[in-house]
Nanobody
Framework: QVQLVQSGGGLVQAGDSLRLSCFAFGRTSSVYEVGWFRQAPGKEREFVAAHVWSSGSTRYTDSVKGRFTISGNNARDTVYLQMNSLKPEDTAVYYC????????????WGQGTQVTVSS
């Protein structure tokens, strides 16, 4: 089992920055990658970014490329999402999730954290 605890988030103005953190506990050595997702009111949850522990490779959804950066620490127990140049359309509940690389994608999820960007 892997437990994920998130921190960060809050209310900011357009153009501001925020950093979200995702702390992993338990069988962290079994985690293949950690992803960030978000869900805005009335919309489906969408993929934002992912970080692969072994290679350090990352990927992003197009709408955040150049503004958001995902990274992991050397202990492989924390993943960050640095969000710059925030826009009102980035407003959502953000979730981190851990994928073990098996057929069940992202079986472990954090509790979610609200990010609100005012115009």
């Amino acid at each position: 089992q892997v437990q994920l605890v998130q921190s960060g988030g809050g209310l900011v103005q357009a153009g501001d920055s925020l950093r979200l953190s995702c702390f992993a506990f338990g069988r962290t050595s079994s985690v293949y990658e950690v992803g960030w997702f978000r869900q805005a009111p009335g919309k489906e949850r969408e993929f934002v970014a992912a970080h692969v522990w072994s290679s350090g490779s990352t990927r992003y959804t197009d709408s955040v490329k150049g503004r958001f950066t995902i990274s992991g620490n050397n202990a492989r127990d924390t993943v960050y999402l640095q969000m710059n140049s925030l826009k009102p359309e980035d407003t959502a509940v953000y979730y981190c999730a851990a994928d073990l690389g098996g057929t069940d994608k992202y079986p472990f999820w954090g509790q979610g954290t609200q990010v609100t960007v005012s115009s």
